[in-house]
Structures are given as C-alpha cells and as structure tokens.
Nanobody
Framework: QVQLVESGGGLVQAGGSLRLSCTASGRTFSDFAMGWIRQAPGKEREFVAAINWSGRRTDYADSVKGRFTISRDNAKNTVYLQMNSLKPEDTAGYYC?????????????????WGQGTQVTVSS
C-alpha cells in the first residue's frame, strides 16, 4: 500500500501561481510513476501531468503545457506540481496518483493509488 497526501491548494487570482506537493509513504517511492489528475464539479477526471520514476520523463495535458511543471524528489518521497499563469478554468480538485512501474502514465484509470485531493480555485 501507498499513502499519498497532497498539500498546497488554495484560492488564487488569475495569472497567479501555486505549487502543489504530494508526499508518499508505505513503499519505495522510486518504484512508482506519479501523476496529477484534476476533476471539476460535474466533469470527468482529467489528466494534468505525469512523471516517470526517475523524473527524467514527463508528459502534460495540452491545456497546461508551458504553464505547469511536474517534478519529483525521490529522497523526500515527494512529487510537485508548479502551476503558473493560472486561469479560472484550472479550478478543480487536484489529485496525486501513483502507479507501480517505471513509465509515464497519462490515463487516470491506470493509476493504482490516489490521494485525497487538494482544491485549487482561480478567481477571475
């Protein structure tokens, strides 16, 4: 089992920045590919960003490319999502997810473990 705890969400004005963190416990963190998925009220889960076990490979949804950056620190068992130039349409619950394996994972249903989520609200 892996436990994931997100932090860093909040209310920010459009154009602002936030950094989300997700700290894992329970298993060797570098055994897992990690991702961020978001879900807005009344909408389906949406892939945001993913990173492989080493941090050398990443992938992003088109809607966040150039604005969001995913990174990880395996020594700290933590994955980050730096979000810049935030827009009102980025408002959602943001969830950290983990999948046992080495490769980047861009499909939400393929993740094995999920955090409880952190809310990001962007005001216009």
């Amino acid at each position: 089992q892996v436990q994931l705890v997100e932090s860093g969400g909040g209310l920010v004005q459009a154009g602002g920045s936030l950094r989300l963190s997700c700290t894992a416990s329970g298993r060797t963190f570098s055994d897992f590919a990690m991702g961020w998925i978001r879900q807005a009220p009344g909408k389906e889960r949406e892939f945001v960003a993913a990173i492989n076990w080493s941090g050398r490979r990443t992938d992003y949804a088109d809607s966040v490319k150039g604005r969001f950056t995913i990174s990880r620190d395996n020594a700290k068992n933590t994955v980050y999502l730096q979000m810049n130039s935030l827009k009102p349409e980025d408002t959602a619950g943001y969830y950290c997810a983990a999948r046992l394996g080495l490769a980047v994972v861009t499909t939400p249903r393929e993740y094995d473990y999920w955090g409880q989520g952190t809310q990001v609200t962007v005001s216009s």
